[in-house]
């Protein structure tokens, strides 16, 4: 009984003494929300509306274009109900992460549009979706 008693010890001990005892950082979420155009999203306070696309020359997957195009899409962005700005963005296909709206506390970012074009013409007012991310 006694060897039982001090082997359980034992094993209690280095149990204990195995936890890692060093702080652990948490890094901050991220959001990512996904806007259909006239449709808008409250983050604490502010308001982010996505307007329309003013214009997608967009160059389609599958043909060969001189220049890739762009997207040109307008941002609504409200604080308290009160309009602080109307934002123009560039959507270019290699841009990521295009800042809108900073911070103490968060940055808003426009990640991508979509859809992407398949074909010229085939991308239809009602469906374009607007990536922004929250961090």
Request: contains cysteine.
């Amino acid at each position: 009984m006694k060897y039982l008693s001090v082997l359980f010890l034992l094993c209690f001990t280095s149990v204990v003494s195995a936890q890692d005892s060093t702080l652990v950082t948490l890094e901050t979420p991220k959001l990512s929300i996904g806007l259909v155009e006239g449709s808008s999203y409250i983050h604490e306070y502010v308001t982010f509306k996505f307007i329309k696309v003013i214009q997608d020359s967009r160059c389609p997957k599958n043909v060969m274009c001189i220049r890739a195009g762009e997207a040109e899409v307008l941002i609504g962005i409200y604080k308290n109900g009160l309009l602080l700005e109307e934002k123009t963005i560039i959507v270019r296909p290699n841009t990521r992460l295009l800042t809108l709206y900073s911070n103490a506390e968060v940055i808003v970012s426009a990640v991508n549009l979509l859809p992407y074009p398949k074909e010229a013409g085939a991308v239809s007012d009602w469906s374009y979706v607007l990536d922004l991310l929250f961090e």
